[in-house]
């Protein structure tokens, strides 16, 4: 099963698609998640990206999408994936399309975790992310046993640069302009499902599993 999610930063695409991909034991390929490991250990895509990401805005397109066609190449990624941040542009959409349709092959669904910009702010602010191992929690909505160490390795979580509200506001202007348009492109396939986002993890999950078991 392809799986890709569409939605705000902050939306709940990482928190859902790694539910997903722990039921249905997919890869849950995040390209924010490849460019911060990137930046971590110092090369040069890493130095790159961080050039854009601070900013918020996008990593341009070439660098983006080479990444991200190199990882679903993988062998861990012949049964299916869920792709958590990318497509972010109608250009990005394209190429992963022509990509799949060379194979035969095409995303079965794309899903649209909906959450109006004024819950987002708050959101960010409380997010906490694990840079050595991906996992993300937030204060106040999903705390860590121990504050500000991870759960799952016990390294310490940060509080991402661009999470910081001034960021996130260009973020979400970016988010309307580049990556919203998806939302009619994916309909126009048939392919988009959309989930209320506002609602408590676990019930977007389990409105998320009905699609996905329809
Ligand atoms: P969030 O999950 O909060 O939306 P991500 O971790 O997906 O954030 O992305 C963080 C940053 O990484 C983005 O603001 C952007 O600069 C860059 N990035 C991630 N994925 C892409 C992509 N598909 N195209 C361009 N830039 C990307
Ligand atoms: P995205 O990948 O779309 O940027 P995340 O999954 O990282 O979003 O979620 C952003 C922040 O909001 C995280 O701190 C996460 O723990 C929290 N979060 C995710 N889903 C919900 C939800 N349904 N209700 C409240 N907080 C949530
Ligand atoms: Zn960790």
Redesign the pocket.
Known sequence: MKII?L???????????KRIADKWKIPHI?T?DIFRANIKNGTELGMEAKKYMDQGALVPDELTVKILLDRVAAKDCENGYVL??FPRTIPQAEVLDKALSEMGDSIDYAIN?DVPDDSIIN??S????CVSCGA???????PTKTEGICDRCGKELILRDDDKPETVKKRLMVYHEQTQPLIDYYAGKNILKSVD?????K??FKDIQAILEA
């Not at 930063?9 to 698609?17: D, E, L, N, R, S």
């Not at 986002?197 to 993890?201: A, E, F, I, L």
């Open positions: 999610m939605g705000a930063p902050g939306a709940g695409k990482g928190t859902q698609a995040s924010g958590d941040g975790v959101r960010m409380g997010r906490r992310a993300t929690y937030h204060i106040e909505f999903a986002g506002t609602k408590d993890m019930e977007v």
